[in-house]
C-alpha cells in the first residue's frame, strides 16, 4: 500500500493522444465548464488560441467517476469497499480535515509513550499518510482531495492544428439562479466547430493497474459521447473522440537501480516477435537434393515474380538457364521421363514441402512475403488495434477483478 503513497515514486503511465470535437466546444473564459456558464468568449491561450484548459477534463472525469460509483451496483457495498467514491461535493470527504488531526494526534501521543519507553519512534507524517490513504475513497486516491495529492495530472490541452475558424451561435440566456430562461434575453457565444484536434496528455504517476483502467473507462465514456465537455452539453455540445497514439509505462528497477533507474516500456508498440529471418527462409530451407545454385536461382525468382505461377516461371528460369532439359537434373528431382516434361508441379510441391511457398488464396507465394503481408493486415496504420485492445483488457480488466474482489 505505502509504495502507492505520493512520497514515494515507483513509476508513472504517460498517455498521449489526440482529443478531436464531435460537435461544437464551448468552455467560457470565465469558467471550467460551467452548464450555465454565458461567458462569450472561448478560453484562449496567450497567442490567442483557444484551448481546452487540463482542469476541465478532470472535473468532467472525476464527476462521471463518482457518478458511477454512486450508482448500483457500487453504491450498497461494504463501509470501505475498493471501488467506492465519497460525496467531496457535498461537502462530506471521505478524509475530513478534522480526521487528519486527530489521527496525528493519537501518533504524537503513542510517540510519547514510546518515548518513555526507550522503543523507536514513528514517523509521524508517514503514519498519517498512510491512514489517509486508507481511508480515502477510490476517486480521491485517483484524483487527489484537500488531504492527498492527486496522483493524476491533465495538462491543458493544446490545439493540435491550425487556429480554426470559430463558430458564433446563438444562445437563450439563463437565469442562472433559477436555472430558468431569461425572459427576451438572446446572445450569442463562441464556440470551437466539429472536427478541431487537441493535443492530449495525461500522466499517473505510481499507477495501479486498476486506477489506470478507471481512467481508460472515463476516457472510453467521453469517446463514446456519453459524457461531454465544456457547457452547452445539454445542447449537444462538447462531444469529443480520444484517440491514444502512445502509452509509454516507466517504472523504477528495483534489482539495479544503478544500472537502469527507469525502464520505459511503450505498451502500444506490439512485442517483437522472433521472426524466422529472410536469409533462413530463402536460402537454407530450400530443397537439399541436386545443385543449390540452381534451387537459390529458382528461389531468387519466384520472389522477384512474388509467386510461384508455374506457366510464367518455365519462362523465366529458362532465361536463367534453368531449362525444361536440364531441370530434373540440375535440380535433382529423379523423376522419371515421362514426369520430367512437367517438373512445375514437383518443384513447387518440393518448395513448399521445405516451407519457402505457402499457399495463400489458391496462389503459392514465397514463405517470407506472405508474413510480411500478414503483419501489414494486422497493423494498417501505425498503432494496431490489436495492441490498444491488449492494454485495455490489462487496465479495465484490473478494474474488473477488484470489482469481483469487492463482491
Ligand atoms: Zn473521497
Known amino acids: 500500500m505505502s509504495a502507492l503513497l ?12 489526440l482529443l478531436t470535437t464531435r460537435t461544437a466546444l464551448h468552455i467560457g473564459a470565465g469558467g471550467g465548464g460551467d452548464p450555465l456558464a454565458t461567458d462569450l468568449p472561448v478560453v484562449r491561450d496567450g497567442a490567442g488560441r483557444p484551448y481546452i484548459p487540463g482542469s476541465s477534463l478532470k472535473g468532467v472525469l472525476r464527476s462521471a467517476a463518482e457518478a458511477l460509483f454512486h450508482g448500483a451496483p457500487f453504491a450498497d457495498r461494504s463501509p470501505r469497499p475498493s471501488l467506492s467514491a465519497c ?6 470527504p471521505c478524509v475530513t480535515h478534522q480526521r487528519v488531526e486527530e489521527v496525528r494526534k493519537e501518533k504524537d501521543l503513542e510517540n510519547r509513550t514510546r518515548k518513555e519507553a526507550g522503543v523507536p519512534l514513528l514517523d509521524v507524517g508517514r503514519e498519517v499518510a498512510e491512514t489517509v490513504w486508507a481511508e480515502s475513497c477510490s476517486v480521491c486516491r485517483l484524483f487527489g482531495s484537500l488531504e492527498l495529492a492527486s496522483r493524476v495530472r491533465f495538462p491543458d490541452l493544446p490545439l493540435a ?24 434575453v438572446l446572445y450569442d457565444f463562441e464556440a470551437v466547430p466539429p472536427g478541431i484536434p487537441f493535443r492530449l496528455t495525461v500522466v499517473l504517476d505510481n499507477p495501479d493497474d486498476a486506477d ?3 481512467l481508460l473507462y472515463l476516457f472510453h465514456e467521453l469517446d463514446q459521447g456519453n459524457l461531454a465537455l465544456g457547457g452547452k452539453s445539454s445542447r449537444g455540445l462538447g462531444l469529443v ?5 502512445s502509452i509509454v509505462e516507466t517504472r523504477i528497477r528495483e534489482e539495479n537501480p544503478f544500472a537502469e533507474l527507469l525502464s520505459r516500456r511503450d505498451l502500444l508498440k506490439p512485442a517483437e516477435k522472433t521472426e524466422t529471418p529472410v536469409a533462413e527462409a530463402a536460402g537454407p530451407k530450400l530443397p537439399a537434393t541436386g545443385d543449390p545454385a540452381a534451387w537459390q ?3 531468387d525468382l519466384i520472389l522477384e515474380l512474388k509467386e510461384a505461377d508455374k506457366s510464367f516461371l518455365g519462362q523465366k528460369a529458362s532465361e536463367r538457364g534453368l531449362t525444361k532439359a536440364n531441370l530434373n537434373e540440375r535440380l535433382g528431382l529423379g523423376l522419371g521421363e515421362r514426369k520430367a516434361g512437367k517438373p512445375w508441379d514437383f518443384i513447387v510441391e518440393r518448395l513448399a514441402g521445405c516451407g519457402f511457398l505457402v499457399e495463400r488464396h489458391g496462389k503459392w507465394i514465397p514463405a517470407v512475403l506472405a508474413a510480411t503481408e500478414e503483419r501489414k493486415t494486422e497493423a494498417p496504420s501505425g498503432r494496431p488495434a490489436l495492441v490498444l485492445q491488449e492494454v485495455i483488457d490489462r487496465f479495465v480488466g484490473a478494474l474488473g477483478r477488484r470489482w469481483e474482489e469487492a463482491c
Open 87 to 92: 460525496r467531496i461535493m457535498a461537502g462530506l
Open 297 to 299: 536461382t529458382l528461389a
Open 241 to 245: 473522440q480520444v484517440q491514444w497514439e
Open 212 to 214: 489506470a483502467g478507471l
Open 6 to 17: 505520493f512520497d514515494t515514486f515507483t513509476g508513472r503511465l504517460r498517455l498521449e493522444g
Open 161 to 184: 492544428g491550425d487556429l480554426p475558424p470559430l463558430e458564433l451561435r446563438n444562445g437563450v440566456g439563463i437565469d442562472r439562479d433559477k436555472g430558468l430562461a431569461a425572459n427576451g
